[in-house]
């Protein structure tokens, strides 16, 4: 079973560039998020959505965008990158309901130089 | 958002058993605890959840205290692959979906 799979792994950009930090879950989940990991520091939510057509901020939203045209697929867009948003990012879904796991990717390491 | 506090770090030895605590004194009814752990370099990974009573699998125990106000992820035998920042959140039936993480405890394994 593939899970939340993100692609690329790693990444490296010049300040002003732009890209899309790809996440596609093959488990038909309904909620589907995405996180930064700063070095040393926690999980901060940047953006989720509960359904295809739904998004809404988390914690962190400022720089990105997103969108969800279907269930699989929640992209992250990065439009002007600045050197702050050097971190590692997560995607991750879930089902609906209280005792539904969250299930992570494998992280898309992003470094703006 | 309901809220928990863990400890930043803990230390244990190889094969001895590890009690980390979680604190959600405004945990609602409707809340679930859950449990996840992240190995260096890794996304994070499910562990554990509960709702009320006391829960066992292959990778830990969850003991959850009668009041629901505080919770304890139990390592039966800690080895050094268990050695990662394990984070307690509340995830609510029916509620918001917006899950914020902590910034977790960190474990560390002695040999």
């Known amino acids: 079973n593939a899970g939340v799979t993100q692609t690329p792994k790693f990444r490296i950009l010049k300040i002003g560039q732009s890209m899309t930090l790809q996440c596609t879950q093959d488990m038909n989940h309904n909620y589907m998020y995405w996180y930064r990991q700063d070095p040393g520091m926690g999980l901060k939510l940047i953006y989720y959505?509960?359904?295809?057509?739904?998004?809404d901020k988390g914690e962190v939203p400022n720089g990105y965008n997103v969108s969800r045209s279907t269930t699989e697929d929640f992209p992250l867009r990065l439009e002007l990158a600045a050197p702050s948003q050097t971190s590692v990012y997560f995607c991750a879904s879930r089902m609906t309901g209280g005792n539904q796991p969250q299930h992570f990717g494998d992280g898309t390491r992003l470094s703006i130089l | 958002d309901a809220k928990t506090t863990q400890p930043n770090s803990m230390e244990s030895n190889e094969e001895e058993p590890v009690h980390l605590p979680c604190n959600h004194s405004t945990i609602s009814g409707t809340d679930y605890i859950h449990w996840y752990r992240q190995l260096p370099s890794q996304g994070p990974e499910y562990v554990i959840h509960?709702?009320?009573s006391n829960v066992n699998n292959r990778m830990a125990s969850l003991a959850i205290a009668e009041d629901r106000k505080s919770s304890t992820l139990i390592l039966h035998r800690a080895t050094l692959r268990d050695a990662a920042v394990y984070y307690c959140i509340l995830i609510t039936q029916g509620g918001s979906e917006k899950l914020v993480f902590g910034k977790g405890t960190k474990l560390t394994v002695n040999p």
């Open positions: 509960g709702l009320t």
């Open positions: 959505s509960v359904g295809a057509g739904i998004t």
